[in-house]
């Protein structure tokens, strides 16, 4: 789709590949460590990631290379771009927005950094809603405001089986007070202020998931929310189950998706940790 403003974000949005495609978004990965092997993270076998990351496998992310950037942004200059819009993982979390910056001073075309403050399907819906603004003919400052108005008003609700995974990669922020909790307690994650932070916690894994919706339906209200629930490696059955409850409760809900997080989510939140974005439609 061709817009006089092109929209760029990262991997860790989670954007579904077809979702990404119809808006004509580009998505640059961010990289994935594993034992030895380093590469772009889509270019790992998630089960085999899953199996590692359980057998202790070192596991760590890092950011695209700035050149990566460079030619994203080169690309989009050579396809028309008269500008690029670039949604990206918190600083707090990820360098991937400085690797952006880095890049964008080699383009000839004004390329406007964002640091979405978040990850996952906030950001995801945040490049779809900048690339909407840029489809329908909107400046460069539209789209910004655009993008600005869902990383501000989204929500992110985690749970994880264990902040084990959080702790090695050491993006667990203030949720670093949960820990040695008794394994029986499940913890609910959001994030604040660009890192991870408690949202609640529950005992056993059915309270926890339930308590997940409730946390999500509550945060909808009665306004008109687009909602992904996203998970990795976990059960099917959950996530449709998860997906049925908000269908039901969520009285204005918009776009409803199920997805699958990004491995570079993945390797922090670790197996089986299922994800609900809540984002308001302005």
Request: glycine share 10%.
């Amino acid at each position: 789709m061709a817009a006089s403003i092109a929209v760029i974000t990262d991997s860790s949005s989670c954007l579904p590949e077809q979702l990404a495609a119809r808006w004509g978004i580009g998505v640059a990965q961010i990289q994935l460590h594993v034992g030895d092997h380093l590469d772009d993270e889509h270019r790992f076998d998630r089960a085999e990631l899953i199996e590692s990351m359980r057998a202790g496998t070192p596991v760590s992310t890092t950011p695209p290379d700035p050149g990566a950037f460079f030619w994203a942004y080169q690309d989009a200059a050579a396809r028309g771009a008269a500008a690029v819009v670039s949604i990206h993982i918190s600083g707090r979390m990820s360098a991937t927005v400085e690797a952006a910056r880095e890049a964008a001073q080699q383009v000839r075309i004004p390329v406007h950094i964002l640091d979405s403050g978040t990850l996952g399907m906030s950001l995801g819906f945040a490049a779809v809603s900048a690339a909407r603004t840029a489809a329908a003919g909107a400046q460069a400052d539209r789209v910004i405001a655009a993008a600005e108005q869902r990383c501000r008003t989204s929500a992110e609700f985690v749970y994880v089986d264990t902040l084990e995974y959080l702790r090695r990669g050491g993006r667990i922020g203030a949720a670093q007070s949960m820990l040695g909790t008794a394994l029986s307690i499940k913890p609910l994650l959001t994030v604040t202020a660009g890192e991870v932070s408690p949202a609640s916690r529950a005992r056993g894994t059915k309270r926890a998931l339930g308590k997940l919706v409730d946390l999500a339906v509550q945060t909808a209200g009665t306004r008109r929310v687009d909602v992904a629930v996203t998970r990795f490696g976990g059960p099917d059955e959950r996530e449709l189950e998860i997906g049925g409850a908000i269908r039901r409760r969520v009285t204005g809900l918009g776009e409803a998706l199920l997805v699958e997080a990004s491995t570079v989510i993945g390797a922090h939140v670790g197996p089986g940790a299922i994800g609900i974005t809540v984002s308001p439609v302005s």
